[in-house]
T-cell receptor, first 112, second 114 residues
Framework: DAGVIQSPRHEVTEMGQEVTLRCKPISGHDYLFWYRQTMMRGLELLIYFNNNVPIDDSGMPEDRFSAKMPNASFSTLKIQPSEPRDSAVYFC??????????FGPGTRLLVL | DAKTTQPPSMDCAEGRAANLPCNHSTISGNEYVYWYRQIHSQGPQYIIHGLKNNETNEMASLIITEDRKSSTLILPHATLRDTAVYYCIVRVEGSGGGADGLTFGKGTHLIIQP
């Protein structure tokens, strides 16, 4: 199995631009999680889906952030407009039946 | 999820066993103990988990005390590649039992010395 796939691996953008991060979960997994890691706040959960339905988005920082899961094999996390404080590493993880979560390699985002 | 307490850092000599402690004194009866590690610039990597009994896999062993208030992750023969931040997390698992995300603390930065 290829594991969780994330793209792009690195993204550099300017403040105000739209950023879209992508995730392909492990085939057959029914849960998908988005996390963000910063030096100040560590690893924190943003949102998660079960069977493509958002279950808890209480970790999403503000309305500039949105996430979708149009099908079982694809999810996006969008930031519009982006701000320098959004600079972080964004991880996607997936699991089967809410058991062990497996993480992707992350997307390193830098907003200038 | 119950909180966990881990030492911020530990050193271990290469080739020796690395024993990483974790306190989880408020753990509930249906909460599992999970261990993940994060090697610099990589995504968190699952290591092992357990409920009551000790567990072993190809990466590590997990020893849980009888009262379940603490546990120890053991890397039997540490190598330089085991240098990472190790996270101990307690959580309910399985559908309907609380499909929450993982709550990461600061973890233990394990440094393997050559």
């Amino acid at each position: 199995d290829a594991g969780v796939i994330q793209s792009p691996r690195h993204e550099v953008t300017e403040m105000g631009q739209e950023v879209t991060l992508r995730c392909k979960p492990i085939s057959g997994h029914d849960y998908l999680f988005w996390y963000r890691q910063t030096m100040m706040r560590g690893l924190e959960l943003l949102i998660y889906f079960n069977n493509n339905v958002p279950i808890d988005d209480s970790g999403m920082p503000e309305d500039r952030f949105s996430a979708k899961m149009p099908n079982a094999s694809f999810s996006t996390l969008k930031i519009q407009p982006s701000e320098p404080r959004d600079s972080a590493v964004y991880f996607c993880a997936s699991s089967l039946l809410a058991r062990t979560q497996y993480f992707g390699p992350g997307t390193r985002l830098l907003v200038l | 999820d119950a909180k966990t307490t881990q030492p911020p850092s530990m050193d271990c000599a290469e080739g020796r066993a690395a024993n990483l402690p974790c306190n989880h004194s408020t753990i509930s009866g249906n909460e599992y103990v999970y261990w993940y590690r994060q090697i610099h610039s990589q995504g968190p990597q699952y290591i092992i988990h357990g409920l009551k009994n000790n567990e072993t896999n190809e990466m590590a062993s997990l020893i849980i005390t009888e009262d379940r208030k603490s546990s120890t992750l053991i890397l039997p023969h540490a190598t330089l590649r085991d240098t990472a931040v190790y996270y101990c997390i307690v959580r309910v698992e399985g559908s309907g039992g609380g499909a929450d995300g993982l709550t990461f603390g600061k973890g233990t930065h394990l440094i393997i010395q050559p």
